[in-house]
């Protein structure tokens, strides 16, 4: 038997060095994303394996907790937990945790980064100047953004920080969520259509999740107009894509800031040729300050685990 006692933890995707060496030092690490046969792989370590370090997007699923007949704790680097089975951790007794908080500011900055550019077309903007093609004419006039109405669809942390940023801009503010929030001075939207139809910027930044599927379809998109952008730094499920494409090919809205998307990272082709969509790689946490605090959040959480302390910040 092995003398080493460092509990055994699988790994959905590489983290920063960083994180990895405090990680290493700890566990005794399983990389699944090194391994050529996944499924021979994690049955060689299904029995020790009592940790799971994953990331937003890569989750950890049903048919893969079932295969881990000793696992006890899901890290999410990440706040989202939709690719969590959490109904399945739950049966087990599984904890799970994620990473809130830390990261709500960049989303938010991000958001109104995807705003301007996509509205003051500023990628557009800089191919322009260095193609040179400034010295022959003027670039084409853009769209301005400031004391324009800004629609939030979901109002969590995400949303309020996204609205607190265009505090600054001098807009009007709306919102969509399950239930008007006291404490919120902003206008509330009971339906996303209809706050799609007062907005002229529409900002998504709902949890994913089978509530919030493909919430923003063909009917939001019609409602917002072909003056209308949309912004969408939440999760490719809560837009219904085949719409989106749609309305972006067919001009019937202005144009998209989009962070994330269905199928990532291999995203429709069809984004690559629209002039009116400024693209993201899923990167809207993607700064070195809140990457390090997320991943020391996702570290103190495994380390409270399997020190028998309370977890940091449990998903509930
Ligand atoms: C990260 C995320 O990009 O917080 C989430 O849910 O999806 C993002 O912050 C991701 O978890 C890093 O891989």
Redesign the pocket.
């Known amino acids: 038997m092995s003398s080493d006692a460092r509990p055994h933890v699988l790994m959905m995707?590489p983290y920063p060095a960083w994180d990895l060496e405090p990680l290493e030092r700890a566990y005794q690490l399983h990389k699944v994303w090194e391994a050529t046969d996944r499924e021979a792989f994690i049955q060689a370590h299904a029995q020790d394996i009592r940790g799971i370090a994953t990331?937003?997007?890569?989750g950890a699923n049903a048919d893969l907790i079932g295969k881990l007949p000793k696992l006890e704790v899901i890290s999410?680097?990440?706040?989202?937990t939709d690719a969590v089975d959490l109904a399945a951790a739950k049966a087990r007794g599984i904890r799970v945790t994620n990473?809130p908080d830390v990261?709500t500011g960049d989303?938010a900055d991000i958001a109104v980064g995807l705003t301007l550019a996509i509205a003051r077309r500023i990628p557009a903007a800089d191919a322009y100047v260095r193609s040179g093609a400034w010295a022959s004419a003027n670039m084409g006039l853009v769209t301005r953004v400031y004391g324009k109405k800004i629609g939030i669809v979901g109002f969590g942390r995400i949303g309020t920080t996204v609205a607190k940023r265009f505090s600054g801009f001098d807009v009007e503010i709306g919102y969509f969520d399950v239930a008007a929030r006291a404490d919120s001075p902003h206008r509330f939207f009971q339906d996303a259509t209809e706050l799609a139809a007062w907005c002229d910027i529409l900002v998504v930044t709902l949890a994913g999740g089978p509530s919030t599927h493909k919430m923003i379809n063909a009917e939001v998109l019609g409602a917002l107009g072909p003056e209308g952008y949309v912004v969408n730094v939440s999760r490719g499920s809560t837009m219904d894509e085949t719409a989106l494409l749609e309305a972006l090919e067919g001009r019937t809205i202005a144009g998209a800031g989009l962070d994330v998307f269905w199928n990532e990272p291999r995203i429709d082709p069809r984004f690559m040729g629209l002039d009116t969509v400024v693209l993201q790689p899923?990167?809207?946490?993607?700064t070195v300050e809140t990457r390090k605090a997320?991943g020391q959040l996702v570290r103190d959480n495994l380390a409270a685990h399997f020190a028998g302390k309370p977890l940091l910040t449990p998903v509930v």
């Open positions: 995707g990331r937003g997007e890569l999410i680097y990440g706040v989202g990473t990261l989303v899923h990167h809207a946490s993607g997320m």
